[in-house]
């Protein structure tokens, strides 16, 4: 969740109904291509309504709504929640030229906009207005793709990169499916080795994952942490190449 501006009318109170203010149902949505919509739905748990501005984009956070043409469209894209209340937002592919042999992915953005408060008029008038964004990754996925996305994991190759006195692991990823990771570290490190770090190693892709100095006499098998369709968190093993 990336707040885009925080402004106090007493930051506690603002910082509090933040917190409190719309729920999303799910982490990342998984279109499958056979599907002709899909539906996130959403929550506003706060005491107040909340204003929603929703679109999608390709993976450019800064581009405006107006300049981006993705193959989807979401609806409704401005809408208002009142407290207690839900909403769902409809996602449809309206066709476009995404590769057949592996998911695409795109990202879903929520924009909340929190309403000026009542009261006194010095205190309206100190008022800055609130807004919190969130980004969540759409895979969309084709039909006909061989394996699984649960099976993804277990088809990545690791290799170690060095770079001067910087460590790499790079992950390439031969399967169809993009694998989230939350944590990449050497097995012999500690849970709370401070070197967490994350990413997407993309289908049929590779990417570098910034890891500290491995011991000399340590076994070449790393840990890593993916986050499954659901948004669950699973620990996986792996060997590495030097």
Known sequence: MKVFSIAL??????????????????????YPAENPEVTLGMTNNATTPRLIQS????????????????PFIVTPPVFRINPGQGQSLRIVFT??????????????????????P????????????????????????PVGLTGSS??????????????GRDFSLECVNPSAYNVSISEVRFKNEA?????KNNGMCPAKGSKLFRVNKP???AASKIVFITINDLGGFKKNEADYRR
Request: overall charge negative; charged content about 25%.
């Open 55 to 70: 679109w999608i984009d390709d993976g450019d956070a800064d581009a405006s709504p107006e300049t981006i043409s993705v």
């Open 150 to 163: 649960d099976g993804a994991a277990s088809t990545l190759n690791w290799r170690l990169i060095q770079n």
């Open 191 to 195: 849970e709370n080795a401070d070197n």
């Open 9 to 30: 009318f007493g930051f506690l109170l603002v910082f509090s109904s933040a917190q409190a203010g719309i729920q999303i149902n799910s982490t990342r949505v998984i």
């Open 215 to 217: 011991v000399a006499s």
């Open 95 to 116: 066709a476009g030229n995404v590769p057949k042999d592996r998911e695409s992915v795109f990202w879903l953005n929520i924009l909340e906009i929190q309403p000026k």
């Open 118 to 141: 009542g009261g006194k008029q010095e205190e309206v008038d100190s008022y800055l207005k609130f807004s919190v964004r969130s980004r969540l990754k759409i895979f969309y996925r």
